[in-house]
């Protein structure tokens, strides 16, 4: 399937769109590719783009005692977000950076304000779209201060198991609030209950 095809779908799956709607979507589309390492927002900057990943991860990381905590990861079909871009002359608390080669499609509020105006129920579209983002997000946060690592792996190899095999094990582990030899004990057990 072509990135075009790819993000027409994904908003065809929230609404149907009609044959215009789809094509204004396609053509607005602005699609960017960054490397292995490359990072999308850093801390200190002013977050006023969204992204949507049409290929690749994307790890989401804030610094903690110099170290980098993971928070989040954004793979395929996911938006990568910012609580600050609803207060855009804040910046950012974390930092995003491409996992693998990742290509995007950046949106931003001018674009989608000009959308906006031509097809108004896409404002609708859009906030459902943000809402659910924002959910995933809350979710996985309450997951990191009610759960023990060892459920937030399990939940984890549950919903995303394609992540386990993409993610360095120490950007894991990170994830789910452990050390590296610690993950390994986890995965083990885990192992170890299913033989």
Known sequence: MNYENKFVTYFSSISPLTKEESEAIGQSMRRKTFAKGDHLLREGQLSVSTYFILEGCVREYVLKDGE??????????????????????????????????????????????????????????????????????????????????????????????????????YQLASYIGVKPESLSRIRKRISATKD
């Open 68 to 169: 980098e905590a993971t928070t989040n990861f954004f793979t395929e079909e996911q938006w990568a977000i910012s609580l600050n871009n609803f207060t855009p002359d804040i910046p950012a608390k974390h930092n995003w950076v491409c996992v693998e080669d990742t290509t995007v499609v950046v949106g931003d509020e001018a674009q989608a304000q000009a959308l906006f105006k031509r097809f108004p129920r896409f404002e609708t579209i859009s906030r459902t779209i943000m809402e659910a983002a924002f959910a995933e997000q809350k979710a996985a946060l309450s997951s990191y201060y009610t759960d023990s690592p060892e459920q937030r792996y399990l939940r984890l190899l549950e919903s995303r198991p394609g992540l386990l095999q993409r993610v360095p094990q």
